[in-house]
T-cell receptor, first 111, second 113 residues
Framework: KNEVEQSPQNLTAQEGEFITINCSYS?????LHWLQQHPGGGIVSLFM???GKKKHGRLIATINIQEKHSSLHITASHPRDSAVYIC?????????????FGEGTQLTVNP | EAQVTQNPRYLITVTGKKLTVTCSQN?????MSWYRQDPGLGLRQIYY???????DKGDVPEGYKVSRKEKRNFPLILESPSPNQTSLYFC????????????FGEGSRLTVL
């Protein structure tokens, strides 16, 4: 079992829909990252969380440390949101040096 | 503009021919790291560096070397590449550790024949 599990693996939505991507992890962490990878391959950092909730535009990320779970929400989805979304954690005891990644969620938003 | 620059972006080489993928950042970041991305396996950490002259292994270090002689540069060296090192490689940097915002290079697609 991977230390970081994402669900769903693939998600297809219609433009305007509310989208949720989930990330569960099995170890104690000092930080969790949500990353976005577009079809061209480049990776962009969306959020870094250690507790609570963050919002940026139409994107919202939450984390529940006790339940070892994080969610990424996209409101009013748009075709340009189509990308792979990757969750990554920095485990406790690694001095913030290590990152373990989920396999990613492929999101397709149709017009 | 804050950026992480990798070169080359694309490379086809043959087994055993030494190659270096360069990575440079202009944000004065202490933390730098290399990852490889393979279908079905996701991103995996190869090596990381917490500062100049401080490097350590990640999850898949076999067949790779790194050095950190200057803060801005963190090259990845494949002394004797093999076909199982065909992959998409990313360099990333962050302020002090991987618990800060991560900045990724554009990726280097390497094919070893």
């Amino acid at each position: 079992k991977n230390e970081v599990e994402q669900s769903p693996q693939n998600l297809t939505a219609q433009e305007g829909e509310f989208i949720t991507i989930n990330c569960s992890y099995s170890v104690g962490i000092s930080a969790l990252h949500w990353l976005q990878q577009h079809p061209g391959g480049g990776i962009v950092s969306l959020f870094m969380l250690s507790s609570g909730k963050k919002k940026h535009g139409r994107l919202i990320a939450t984390i529940n440390i006790q339940e070892k779970h994080s969610s990424l929400h996209i409101t009013a989805s748009h075709p340009r949101d189509s990308a792979v979304y990757i969750c990554a954690v920095s485990p406790w005891g690694t001095s913030g040096s290590r990152l373990t990644f989920g396999e990613g969620t492929q999101l397709t938003v149709n017009p | 503009e804050a950026q992480v620059t990798q070169n080359p972006r694309y490379l086809i080489t043959v087994t055993g021919k030494k190659l270096t993928v360069t990575c440079s950042q202009n944000m004065n970041h202490e933390y730098m790291s290399w990852y490889r991305q393979d279908p079905g396996l996701g991103l995996r950490q190869i090596y990381y560096s917490m500062n100049v002259e401080v490097t350590d292994k990640g999850d898949v270090p076999e067949g790779y070397k790194v050095s950190r002689k200057e803060k801005r540069n963190f090259p990845l060296i494949l002394e004797s590449p093999s076909p199982n090192q065909t992959s998409l490689y990313f360099c990333a940097s962050s302020g002090r550790t991987a618990t800060g915002e991560l900045f990724f290079g554009e990726g280097s697609r390497l094919t070893v024949l």
